[in-house]
């Protein structure tokens, strides 16, 4: 049986377990955690998500989610056209690449407890701006994410772009994703309509459960 290894927090690891949970694959979830198990030839930069096959291993949340549409090609999430199905890739890669990997860079401040510099903060928001009206005009949302079909665009989109939202909404004290005119909001309520959404949401906050009474400090000894 395949195994994901990860963890329900990260987006990646979700986008990978959401086309999953679509295609009905069996298989097993392995709890690990960041920069785990870097150098035993799973993943050679510890990052998760990774997946483990008959094969072997394998890591990078895309090749992952490529390999499964091949291995698994029913119920499809690549249209089969070749121009339709580029089309697809080149809206996962704007928003992994150019959204939230841009976005990623105010976790720390917002998510973490971090403090990022005034003009670092103004740079990352300068750029999301420009990558979100980017995004904004590849993405259709008609109502999905690349059109009037679940693909494998929703699966990257629906887990990553309202982090976006929610670290520069913090930390820059904007929305920025609704402020380039995405209703994101209506996006999600409609994914979440699946189940299979529905699971990777109630995983995900129960992991964000647990991380928080771990983190928090132990009362004193009475």
Request: proline content about 6%; glycine content about 6%.
């Amino acid at each position: 049986m395949l195994k994901l290894y990860g963890f329900p927090l990260s987006n990646y690891y979700n986008k990978v377990k959401l086309i999953l949970l679509e295609k009905g694959v069996p298989f097993e979830e392995v709890l690990v955690s960041f920069g785990a198990e870097g150098k035993a030839g799973k993943s050679p930069l510890g990052k998760v998500p990774y997946i483990e096959t008959e094969q072997g291993f394998l890591c990078e949340s895309q090749a992952i989610v490529d390999y499964i549409e091949a291995r698994w090609p029913a119920p499809a999430l690549i249209p089969s056209d070749p121009w339709q199905a580029a089309k697809v890739r080149e809206l996962i890669a704007y928003c992994d690449l150019h959204v939230e990997l841009c976005g990623r860079q105010l976790y720390s401040q917002a998510f973490f407890g971090g403090t990022l510099p005034d003009k670092f903060i103004e740079r990352v928001k300068g750029d999301l701006i420009k990558n979100l009206a980017a995004f904004k005009q590849l993405a259709q949302f008609a109502p999905y994410a690349a059109g009037d079909t679940f693909t494998m665009a929703d699966c990257a989109v629906y887990v990553s772009l309202p982090l976006t939202a929610l670290a520069s909404k913090i930390v820059c004290g904007e929305d920025l994703v609704a402020a380039a005119g995405i209703d994101w909001k209506a996006y999600v309520k409609l994914i979440e309509a699946r189940p299979t959404a529905q699971k990777v949401a109630a995983d995900r906050k129960a992991d964000q459960a647990r991380a928080m009474a771990a983190n928090r400090p132990k009362a004193d000894a009475q």
